[in-house]
């Protein structure tokens, strides 16, 4: 079936800065359409007309006031829900977020506690549907997988085994792109994924943080692979619909002069805007492909970022995909907006051809063993060297082992994939709790009458996500210290100005104290602690150069 890319806008309310500074707003929506104003606070020579724009869904959600304001309900029902029938009904889907930092694609995406974003809805809402669909004869599997793709090289938030070493991205002639390594779990309720994605947001804060990161630069990708199994009763033969659903939080788009970024940021951000930039170009060729352009050029850029080659199914290929760009309502971002706009309106021409993914595992398997065995007879008849349009012996062994896994993967029983989930669990759990960190189900949920510190971050996202408990006498220190005579953290930090043992932190007939060891650089409220120092609760500390944290004293706090 081929359908054109759907494309929706939602524009974010004022933040606090702009509420104060009373800016202005350039953003009407009536119904499917968008209209960007010129700022009246922009040159009057230059006036220029407002610019119009069409797409399938405009959410206004500046002014909860205002009749046409959407809610998170309201763009899931509009949005999500129509993924999830795809899916359902054995389509791969995606939706993926784009707009400038700042603008609202975390909040749409995952939203918080209070007002839960496409995501967590999605996934609950597919367990319900679930419980009201499943039968005798039809039955559900369903397998997630979350990754992060920073500075170009990808990683796996689920697997703490790999979460520290970048994936390689492969392209396989039966499978497509794929992340060798990346773990796909097993999951029987919303409940599970829930807590996988709460893990997953910690390992993803940990990583940000000790990347000085204050913001969360780098790309998300949470898959959900639904199975329906249908079995006939009398004849005993089974069928099967396999569908991935691809949830894509993009790095905010963003320009270096803008945001004064400098040495590692720019390269970080340079390593985004590459990402997006090749994103453009992809997206700005498939739409010059369906537009009957002079200029045609078969040839699609996929694989120039790691991004739009896992991506490529889904821009132009077999899915069902939506783009949802968010927008900043306020004055001075005109710019940026009119990008983003001017992004999404490309991105509406593009034509996918989705098909329904029947049996796909048994012939996938089929075609591996063949090609298993082609391999290993070529491998029979292989020398170290090879002649032009030959493979070497090392290159088949490569492409042997590579196959063979993806056949291991493919054969799994379920029982086998919820066995390795809670492998992968536990030793999560226990990388968390190594590093002094609480392992919660969901959100902060902490302990009465405990000292606690909690993260602080200037990224909604990525803020009070992290719990570490206080013992009575608790060190805080570099993670490097294994395989020596010093005695490892209880808190475990890593990044500039962290020392191997960094301050103590003790309690002492119900007061909590803090010393640095050996000059280690530690703030207080803003001013450098250079001997043994009182907290008290809501204190804003500082270790090294970027790791904040705020204090809790449930004494003091009631």
Partial sequence: MSDKIKVAVRVRPFNRRELELATENVIEMNDSQTILKYPATLDKMERKPPKMFAFDHCFYSTDPVAENFASQELVFKDVGRDILDNAFQGYNACIFAYGQTGSGKSYTMMGNQENKGIIPRLCDELFASIAAKQTDELNYKVEVSYMEIYNEKVHDLLDPKTSKQSLKVREHNVLGPYVDGLSQLAVTSFMDIDNLMAEGNKSRTVAATNMNSESSRSHAVFTVVLTQTLIDTLSGVTGEKVSRVSLVDLAGSERAVKTGAVGERLKEGSNINKSLTTLGLVISKLADQTSGSKNKDKF?????????????????????????????????????????????????????????????????????????????????????TSLPGEMKRVDIHDKLAESENLMKQISQTWEEKLEKTEQIQSERQQALEKMGISVQDSGIKVEKNKYYLVNLNADPSLNELLVYYLKEVTLIGGHNNEGTTKQLPDIQLMGLGIQPEHCLITIEDGELFMAPIDSARCCVNGSVATEKTSLNHGDRILWGNHHFFRVNCPKSNN
């Fill in 300 to 384: 699609v850029p996929y694989r120039d970022s790691v991004l739009t080659w896992l991506l490529k199914d889904n821009l132009g290929g077999n899915s069902k995909t939506v783009m949802l760009a968010t927008l900043s309502p306020a004055a001075d971002n005109y710019e940026e907006t009119l990008s983003t706009l001017r992004y999404a309106d490309r991105a509406k021409r593009i034509v996918n051809h989705a098909v329904v993914n029947e049996d796909p595992n048994a012939r996938i398997i089929r075609e591996l063993r063949m090609e298993v065995e082609t391999l290993r007879e070529m491998l029979k008849h292989a020398t170290g």
